[in-house]
């Protein structure tokens, strides 16, 4: 069946199996690998997106069901320059990734809380990510990185 | 695999009718993981994400109807007030499946840890259901039947739920081994009726359906009328064993890769004490 989303601000067609998931649809069909296919069952995150600005496991979604609407990846946050997000630059300065995987996903859940929630305390941070599993770092320097982004986006507001 | 994809309430329920094989599907995050995993190939899904007639939360004179396509994540946000319905949205899955994931979806896969399920029934909720010919109400315990079974028709669709919110205070408590991302060992919710002078448990994951803790429900109300903390919040409850034995016993755990049975019904126990002391204590608060 055909689908239409719009991808980033563009809007992109494919041809899915009706059992697709979006994750499938983003990385099979639209050649975007940045949301990372892992779990497949909504245990680790590392598929994250926004659908029509909400944070959800693009796994989850079935590609026809976002067809007609807006999703932003991880591709979306840097700039076409080459400049990173600062929530990006923000994990490269803490050290907060090690084998990388579960990094698209955690730059995906940590920019939706510090949008929503720009100077958030531990308990809150703990609770946006308790969707996103890491299995090198412990996560202290992942937590180092999202204290460091919301002070950083802080100091240039 | 078809994707159907109705516009309206009534548009579902005719393709229903048609074609009561097709599968419903809404935030996706139990049928998704079927499908990924090859256990599900329904012949068609039937998308009803869109509806907008799922996706209301209405309150009229104390009374609460919340669409089947109302997700976790929004209870928590229009219906804080509903402390214990509340507590458990929070305590489902995270961020991300709490934005997807909808008590209709709990109600359809039936599963005795769905979080929900207990606050339904400690609510004594009805299940809205419909079909082309009109629609029915069904009690909370007429639903859902056996481990993953209800008394849901092939052509019907679940619509909401609907229920009266107890004055007085509630909480849902569950056991796992992290605080997200888990399928719950035990699950209690317990509601205080003030009106009706009365004390409501449920328990989930700890039997093949939610079940209700009736002893025990009776045994706090009578112990709470002797010490006579209906009127005094103030004055003090004995026996919180007596009660959470009462309350262990409703248990019918089984052994399996999250839990013993026996570990099960020492974590109902656990969790009716610690619920009504909790219960007991925003009662004092609220007197003061």
Redesign the interface.
Known sequence: MIVRVNVNGTWREADVWGGASLLFLLREHLSLPGSKNACEQGECGSCSVWLEGQLVCSCLVLAAQADGLAVRTVEDLSDPQGALHPVQQAFVDAGAVQCGFCTPGLIVAVTDLLERDPVPNEATIREALSGNLCRCTGYAKILDGVRLAAATQERSR | ???L?PRSLDDALAIKAERPEALP?C???DV??G???DRL?PTA?L?I?RLQELAQVERDDGVVTVGAGVSY?RIMQELPRLTALAQASRTI?????R??GTVGGNLGTASPAGDALPVLAVYEADVLVADEAGRRAVPWHGFIVDVKRTTLQPTELIVGVRFRVPRGPGSFSKIGTR???VISIAGLCLQIDEDRRAVRIALGSVAPTIVRATDAERFAAERMERAGLWDDPSATLDDLDGFAELVGEVARPIDDVRGTAAYRRHACRVLARRSLAWALADRREAAR
């Open positions: 695999m078809d994707v994809r599907v935030g996706g995050t998704l993981v499908i990924n995993f190939r899904l998308d994400a994540t899955g995270s961020p991300q499946i934005n997807r605080n997200a991302m």
